[in-house]
């Protein structure tokens, strides 16, 4: 009985333990969306839409259900948190601000779209990710030179931006030529948190105020200062997206038309898809998500690797490193890996040279110093998780047999010490023997 | 909790009290529809799919490909054959037919009605109850020779109101405790359905206690901040929308069959259509079909037809002259009735009090269907206003059948371009207020002034801003921005002295503020509001300022952010220095010396030969001969060892020879030496 109790809680852990995220599998496939309203599931159903097709499982629920929780027993129910829920105070069941921070530390992921207005909860949770919102609840971005031109909408909070931030790998290799239509709330990222990134800023004359004050006292947040939408990478790898704008991911601004002001183009269709989409991808490890294997080490000329190298040995070196493209781990290219030889501070930094296929390799010479050194791969770039390899290894001096043994230099010695040694052998015959 | 549907904050933002503008179904909607509704393999998933696509573009008025509606015949005609189908299959084989006109077996209906009357019969749950009146319904209206009815509508009426609770929404069966607003949709659907197929008239205190409970539902309205009503379902997989749709269509459907007004009241139907039009174009089939039917619903109905009232454009540019339009549309965008929109009044949102316009009655161009205001008044000038529009319908018997909002807000932004004038930036000295130096900006074109000042100097920028009609212009955003070479930004609002705008820098006064950096300040300058088109970003040049020492207690200026990309990027790389070998004498030098080392051991051979050597006392006997010959032998093998250890071997297999030579040569010497010894000794003995 007891077997078959146990079998049935296996079989039913089956599907969580096949579609859950692993470092084999690092995308993430379970995401909590947390909801004000279910209004939001209609009004930005594209963007679940296109979650939902590129294979994850949404769960949508509302921001103060009762029955809300994170984790079950000790283990994460879900890969991913999406808070579509920009005016909640308190979260219900047992979610809080601290579990959303566990759910963080412990590397998944995390979406955050506040709005005017947000509530201190959400603003509480951006500011623990680096990211801080206008102060002033009702304030909004304004940019009265990089607007979007519409014929309803004439405060100027609509506002059409490009400055994206130069990065393949979290926007995407395709580069996005229409401007992105938000409208929401600015915020400034901590300037000590290296973490934290702008990936769409707003314009020099945008500020962020309430734009039915006066403006009388200068604008908390001004110009390029203005961070829209950020992203944070933490050092675990988990990844978090705040936007200052709910409506970005919505439908409407899906769809609707763009036209900047002071430019004569008309797109039919704003950036708002292919931005949030792409995002998304990189928020969720669709992209850029490397690993790093067969670190191997050895002498020229030799194929095992040795427990221990020498001084001035030549000694090859080589890693393979695959970037997770979605489905399948496919090589990643890139022609700024560097391998560090490392004992107290880099000995040896040397680029790797690639064949395209994933492997970096290169060569080099042992210092003549002996200790205990380590291979350091220390890959940091933008948007890409980190790798960090290190592997030990001892390197000795040379043994007395190892160095060399005819100097040059020495020969008069040598050759006096040997003539000395003949003229000892004659000098013996001839002493002994003569009469 | 206030819940805001994420896209009415956009609205929202406008203004709270501001009712906000919903538009009719457009272009968009069709086209968008083309795309969701897109069948798979020329076919959709399910018959619901199916109906729910077709009644779609049946709505929008999408004409689709035949081959597509073949397809879904032949299924439909399938499901109506002699296998029997679930009721719920039957429905929408049922519906998907009433659209398509399929050819179908009408032969085969008796024994699908009389299957249907059965489970009517028996159903104690709303679903089925609703399928298979419903089909029953449209089997009726399929086949108008056919004598469909129900025999025991009052029971089947009075089976179905038990279900209702006491605030208008319906549980799903008798043993479900939970009540949705979405099932009281259903229910009234199906009630219309019996009170159609009732063979003799239904009581009629049974349908006004309906009536009352469609009033209790219409109580439970919920309202969202821009003047949209909703129904909010509070089972979970029900969304608001889908609740509201059910409810409006089961309404519909229930005031098509009975007599007498519902007296349902106008603002809250035009309140659900704002909120079907307010979700603008859905993403997802299931909520698109949801909101056209229900606008379709809404635009024929028996109880209130909601007019929609629209503007085309809401910000007008002075330059142009554009002139001001409204629409005002069924909720599909078919025309309205004869009607007259007017201007009750408009005033600028600064000041209530005085209106610009009063009681102006619109233009109505029958052409366009569009009203629009020929003459804007000449006071007219640039800025935020707020117009109020009323719409009287000509007939006074429309205003039974047609619902407006009375009277409709609408924040109206008139844009035009500013002038700039008499732009100047001068460095002032302090104490007197003499000029120092005085430069003149165009702020229409480039600038590039270049100043110097110290702390005991000051800095003044002033400008003046005009509107077209000559008066002066106050921009939300004035902003002086001064910035340090190292990138610490200081913000200065620019503030307006009646006419002209003007800021005085007093650097003394600043120090502080400015951290005591002293060098260049770059000098950026932006005027913008919503009403200026030439809204502007400029760099003035720069200030050069000259600040004192800072003392020792003075605050540092804050941090600024690196630029994360210069954290990343490859390192320079760094190649170990070996240390460099020992410096060795050329080659030639010891060779040279090797040959002098070996001098010393030829001038001993030379001085041997002189001395005349000779070995006779070289031992005769063989023995001893032996020994002498072994112990030389031994002393060559020494010296060899010698060599080769020099050559290759290493200390221990040497001294490991060494020992056994050394025994050897130990012996055999003692045995010569001591034969030398005792030869000698005879020698003097004798």
């Not at chain 1, 850029?288 to 000329?301: D, P, Q």
């Not at chain 2, 296998?83 to 659209?99: E, H, T, W």
């Not at chain 2, 319908?393 to 700039?420: N, R, S, W």
């Not at chain 2, 000051?458 to 002086?480: A, D, E, I, Y």
């Amino acid at each position: 009985m007891a077997k078959l109790w146990i079998f049935v809680t296996l079989v039913s852990l089956l599907p969580f333990l096949g579609s859950s995220f692993s470092s084999e599998n690092p995308t993430d496939r379970r995401i909590l969306v947390l909801l004000d309203d279910f209004a939001i599931k209609s009004s930005h159903s594209i963007f679940f839409k296109s979650l939902q097709t590129r294979g994850f499982e949404l769960d949508f629920k509302l921001a103060d259900d009762p029955k809300l929780s994170l984790q079950r027993y000790g283990q994460y129910l879900y890969d991913g948190l999406i808070l579509f829920s920009p005016t909640i105070e308190r979260f219900g069941g047992s979610v809080d601000l601290a579990a959303v921070l566990d759910f963080v530390d412990s590397g998944h992921d995390l979406i955050v779209a506040a709005d005017a207005s947000a509530s201190d909860l959400i603003r509480d949770i951006a500011t623990e990710c680096g990211v801080e919102f206008d102060e002033d609840p009702a304030a909004m971005v304004i940019d009265h030179t990089s607007y979007a031109v519409s014929k309803t909408e004439g405060d100027h909070t609509l506002i059409a931006s490009d400055g994206f931030i130069q990065s393949d790998v979290i926007l995407g290799s395709k580069i996005i030529e229409v401007p992105v239509l938000f409208q929401g709330v600015g915020h400034t990222l901590n300037p000590t948190n290296n973490l934290v990134l702008k990936v769409l800023a707003a314009s020099p004359s945008a500020y962020s105020v309430n734009p039915k004050s006066k403006l009388s006292t200068p604008p908390s947040l001004t110009g390029s200062a203005i961070s829209l939408v950020s992203v944070v990478q933490a050092r675990n790898n988990a990844r978090i997206l705040i936007s200052g704008s709910l409506a970005l991911f919505s439908n409407q601004l899906f769809r609707s038309g763009v036209e900047k002001a002071g430019s004569s183009t008309k797109f039919e269709k704003s950036g708002n898809e292919q931005f949030v989409t792409e995002l998304s991808k990189w928020v969720f490890h669709e992209r850029g998500h490397l690993k790093a294997v067969n670190v191997r080490h050895n002498k020229v000329g030799e194929t095992g690797e040795p427990a221990i190298y020498r001084i001035n040995d030549d000694l090859e070196y080589s890693v393979e490193i695959y970037e997770w493209s979605g489905t399948s781990w496919v090589p990643y290219i890139a022609d700024d890996v560097q391998v560090q030889f490392y004992m107290m501070s880099p000995y040896v930094l040397k680029t790797l040279s690639t064949d395209q296929k994933g492997r970096y390799f290169t060569s080099f010479k042992v210092p003549d110093v002996y200790g205990v050194f380590q291979f350091k791969v220390e890959y940091q770039r933008l948007g890409y998780t980190s790798l960090s390899l290190s592997k030990q290894i001892p390197v000795r001096p040379f043994k007395h047999n190892e160095y060399e043994r005819f100097i040059t230099t020495a020969f008069p010695y040598y050759g006096s010490s040997f003539s000395m040694m003949a003229g000892f052998f004659i000098f013996t015959i001839t002493y002994l023997y003569n009469k | 909790m206030a819940r805001n549907l994420g896209f009415l904050v956009l609205f929202l933002s406008l203004s709270l009290c501001e009712a906000a503008i919903f538009r009719p179904i457009t272009d968009s909607h069709r086209s968008a529809a083309l795309e969701i509704f897109a069948p798979v393999d020329r076919s959709y998933i399910s018959l619901e799919e199916t109906y729910e696509a077709l009644r779609t573009f049946q709505v929008l008025g999408i004409k689709k490909a035949a081959d597509i509606n073949k397809e879904t015949c032949s299924i439909v005609v399938e499901k109506l054959g002699p296998s029997s189908s679930s009721p719920k299959d039957l429905f929408y084989a049922l519906r998907v037919n009433s659209i398509l006109k399929c050819n179908i077996n009408v032969d085969n209906f008796e024994v699908i009605t009389s299957k249907l009357q059965a489970v009517v019969k028996d159903a104690n749950s709303l679903i089925d109850l609703y399928y298979s009146i419903g089909s029953l319904a449209l089997i009726k209206d399929e086949d108008a020779g056919s004598n469909v009815h129900l025999g025991d509508a009052d029971g089947i009426f009075h089976s179905i109101k038990a279900l209702s609770q006491s605030d208008g929404r319906w549980r799903y069966s008798s043993s479900g405790a939970e009540s949705s607003t979405f099932a009281a949709g259903l229910a009234l659907e199906a009630l219309a359905g019996v009170v159609l197929l009732a063979s003799s008239e239904v009581d009629q205190s049974m349908i006004g206690t309906v009536k009352n409970d469609i009033m209790k539902l219409f109580d439970s309205l919920e309202r969202y901040n821009d003047g949209a009503f909703y129904f909010d379902e509070k089972l979970e997989h029900q969304g608001p929308l889908s609740a509201t749709a059910s409810v409006v269509r089961g309404v519909t459907a229930f005031a098509a069959v009975t007599s007498g007004s519902l007296n349902l009241p106008g603002d809250k139907i035009v309140g659900l259509a704002n909120f079907f039009l307010g979700i603008g174009v859905p993403g997802t089939a299931k909520d698109l079909f949801d909101q056209i039917d229900s606008l379709a619903c809404l635009e024929n109905n028996r109880f209130f037809i909601p007019l929609i009232f629209s503007l085309p454009a809401s910000v007008h540019s002075l330059t142009t002259r554009d002139r001001l339009k409204v629409k005002v549309n069924t909720v599909l965008g078919s025309n309205s009735p004869p009607l007259t929109v007017k201007l009750v009044k408009a005033f600028s949102s600064g000041s209530k009090e005085t209106p610009i316009v009063e009681n102006k009655e619109l233009k109505f161009d029958p052409e366009s269907s569009i009203h629009s205001l020929d003459i804007l008044p000449k006071t007219v000038d640039v800025g935020k206003y707020i117009f109020v529009f009323e719409v009287v319908l000509h007939d006074p018997e429309h205003k039974k059948i047609y619902a407006t909002e009375g009277q409709y807000q609408v924040p109206m932004f008139f844009t035009g371009v500013i002038k700039i004038n008499s732009a100047e930036i001068v460095v002032l000295d302090s104490d007197l207020g003499s000029i120092e130096t005085k430069q003149k900006l165009d702020l229409s074109g480039e600038t590039d002034v270049s100043l110097s000042a110290n702390h005991l100097q000051k800095l003044r920028l002033s400008f003046l801003l005009t509107t077209p009609l000559g008066h002066v212009f106050k921009p939300h955003q004035v902003v002086l921005k001064l910035r340090h070479e190292t990138k610490v930004e200081h913000i200065f609002v620019v503030g307006n002295s009646g006419k002209q705008f003007e800021i005085v820098l007093d650097f003394l006064s600043l120090v502080e503020k400015f951290y005591y950096l002293s060098g260049r300040y770059d000098i950026q300058l932006t005027v913008g509001d919503a009403a200026m088109e030439n809204s502007f970003l400029k760099a003035l040049g720069h200030v050069e300022l000259d600040l004192p020492e800072p003392p020792e207690k003075a605050t540092r200026p804050p941090p600024q952010r690196v630029d994360p990309c210069s954290r990343y990027g490859s390192k320079q790389e760094i190649t170990h220095i070996f240390r460099a070998p020992e410096k060795h004498p050329p080659k030639e030098l010891a060779f040279t010396f090797l040959g002098l080392t070996v001098l010393p051991f030829i001038g001993f051979l030379i001085g041997l030969l002189c001395l005349r050597v000779n070995l006779k006392n070289f031992p005769t006997s063989a023995v001893s001969s032996t020994f002498a010959v072994l112990f030389h032998v031994g002393i060559t093998s020494v010296l060899l060892l010698y060599l080769l250890f020099w050559l290759k071997l290493d200390l221990f297999t040497t001294l490991k020879a060494l020992g056994f030579l050394g025994a050897f040569l130990l012996f055999v010497g003692h045995r010569t030496l001591s034969h030398l010894a005792s030869a000698s000794a005879k020698l003097k003995s004798s």
